[in-house]
Structures are given as C-alpha cells and as structure tokens.
C-alpha cells in the first residue's frame, strides 16, 4: 500500500446579511450550537468551513442552525482551490 499526503488549500468567499444576525438570532444559535458570542467573523469562517468540506454548497436552500440560506442572505463563492501532494511515502521496490 501507498500513503499519500495530500495539501489542499481552498480560498471561500462567505457574505452574509449583518441584519440577519442580530441578538436574538445569536442568543438563540449560541445556546443551541455553538458559543460564538456576538461574533460575526466565527459565524463566517464556520459556514466557509462547512462550504470547503462539501457540507454545503451554493445550492444549498437550508442550513441547521441558520435557516433558510436566502433569507439570512447567506451566499457563498469558491475564489480558488489547490492540491499539492506533500509526500507519497516509501517508493515502490517494483516487486
């Protein structure tokens, strides 16, 4: 067997409506998932993360824990993306 290790680097553009994000909503996403405080930056770097990882894309119409994705003008746009491989392990003996 061969192990590879792979880098990849992806750039996501995440725009959000500050309107949408208000205490309530905060208050009430921070008790039941996650404690990000009033920040809208984690809010962004977490939907950019879901984005990378495939959880959700642009065609997404629902998001737990956000709702429905045009009405928290939620919008997302992959800038770049790029894989290295890093290390491709012991080389083959050709046996």
């Known amino acids: 067997m061969k192990t590879f290790t792979i880098e990849v680097t992806q ?3 995440v725009t959000l409506d500050e309107a949408k994000f208000d205490a309530e909503f905060m208050e009430e996403f921070n ?3 996650y404690n990000f405080g009033n ?3 984690r809010h962004a770097k977490h939907l950019g993360q879901m984005f990378a990882r495939g959880v959700e ?3 997404s119409d629902f998001i ?3 709702g429905p994705v045009k009405e928290m003008g ?3 746009n992959s800038v770049d993306c790029d894989a290295d491989v890093v290390n491709c392990g012991p080389l083959e003996t050709g046996k």
């Open 39 to 41: 920040n809208l930056d």
């Open 64 to 66: 737990e824990g956000y």
């Open 11 to 13: 750039t996501v553009e």
């Open 31 to 33: 008790q039941t998932f």
């Open 74 to 76: 939620i919008k997302f």
């Open 57 to 59: 894309d642009e065609f």
